[in-house]
């Protein structure tokens, strides 16, 4: 199979704290404690998984088509592409893996198009070849996803899956710890990149009688077809300058 959905954990022992005990003193001791944990925590999954980049997205309602998406950080531009890229589509390995609360393990992009056909296409657009998100969750509490690519293909080795997922398990904590000072369903700290996207749905739920998900879906659906990033569109409906028809 060339995309592979873990369904459970590595089971937990001995190995596994041992990754766990070794990937806290790496970022314990990376001499770089003025950086927000969330950054130094992206810079080790890079090295740890060899990967290309890596992102870190929030969602505060996983699997629901008006999820409120939140970009934490970006270790490049592609990586802020590929995020921006599954929230105007809807779809792609960051979203199955918070939904799935499992690993979305993608070696090759080239030859798996039918899964998330339009985030496929868009990433092997930015030259991207495969991709492997890691879930942000505790228990049945879900936060987002560890989003990583690389430019070349090919599988992470068991331990680099171990890796991954105790790497997501510290990007939890340290979101738990930056939220320690706000109200629990505050994420306005974190800089988002798409709080024109909900303005500019607030906008055309009003100016078409329809509800907030079928307003996010039509502005979605007209970025798509028009091959702008969804921010963009968000961005001219807000300052209106576009106004969807009712049919777009």
Same mark, same amino acid.
């Given at each position: 199979?060339?995309?592979?959905?873990? #369904?459970?954990?590595?089971?937990?022992?001995?190995?596994? !704290?041992?990754? #766990?005990?070794?990937?806290?003193? $790496?970022?314990?001791?990376?001499?770089?404690?003025?950086?927000?944990?969330?950054? #130094?925590?992206?810079?080790?999954?890079?090295?740890?998984?060899?990967?290309?980049?890596?992102?870190?997205?929030?969602?505060? !309602?996983?699997?629901?088509?008006?999820?409120?998406?939140?970009?934490?950080?970006?270790?490049?531009?592609?990586?802020? +592409? $590929?995020?921006? $890229? !599954?929230?105007?589509?809807?779809?792609?390995?960051?979203?199955?893996?918070?939904?799935?609360?499992?690993?979305? =393990?993608?070696?090759?992009?080239?030859?798996?198009?039918?899964?998330?056909?339009?985030?496929?296409?868009?990433?092997?657009?930015?030259?991207?070849?495969?991709?492997?998100?890691?879930?942000? +969750?505790?228990?049945?509490?879900?936060?987002?996803?560890?989003?990583?690519?690389?430019?070349?293909?090919?599988?992470?080795?068991?331990?680099?899956?171990?890796?991954?997922?105790? $790497?997501?398990?510290?990007?939890?904590?340290?979101?738990?710890?930056?939220?320690?000072?706000?109200?629990?369903?505050?994420?306005?700290?974190?800089?988002?990149?798409?709080?024109?996207?909900?303005?500019?749905?607030?906008?055309?739920?009003? +100016? +078409?009688?329809?509800?907030?998900?079928?307003?996010?879906?039509?502005?979605?659906?007209?970025?798509?077809?028009?091959? =702008?990033?969804?921010?963009?569109?968000?961005?001219?409906?807000?300052?209106?300058? =576009?106004?969807?028809?009712?049919?777009?």
């Amino acid at each position: 199979m060339v995309v592979v959905v873990v #369904r459970r954990r590595p089971t937990e022992g001995p190995a596994m !704290q041992d990754h #766990r005990l070794r990937l806290r003193a $790496l970022l314990a001791g990376d001499g770089n404690r003025a950086s927000p944990a969330l950054a #130094r925590i992206c810079a080790l999954a890079v090295s740890e998984l060899a990967v290309t980049g890596v992102g870190v997205t929030l969602l505060d !309602q996983p699997g629901a088509l008006d999820a409120r998406q939140q970009l934490a950080r970006a270790t490049d531009a592609v990586a802020a +592409q $590929l995020e921006d $890229l !599954q929230f105007t589509l809807g779809e792609g390995p960051g979203r199955e893996s918070v939904i799935t609360g499992a690993p979305v =393990l993608v070696p090759d992009l080239a030859v798996a198009g039918t899964r998330w056909p339009a985030f496929t296409s868009g990433a092997r657009t930015a030259g991207v070849a495969a991709v492997f998100s890691f879930p942000l +969750q505790l228990g049945t509490i879900g936060l987002g996803s560890l989003d990583c690519y690389r430019m070349s293909a090919g599988s992470l080795s068991h331990q680099q899956v171990s890796n991954g997922l105790v $790497l997501a398990e510290l990007a939890f904590e340290a979101v738990l710890a930056a939220v320690t000072d706000h109200a629990p369903d505050d994420l306005g700290w974190i800089s988002d990149i798409h709080v024109e996207v909900h303005q500019a749905s607030g906008i055309v739920m009003h +100016q +078409q009688g329809i509800n907030m998900r079928e307003a996010l879906m039509r502005i979605r659906a007209f970025a798509y077809a028009h091959e =702008l990033p969804l921010a963009v569109v968000a961005g001219r409906i807000v300052d209106r300058r =576009l106004t969807l028809d009712a049919d777009e």
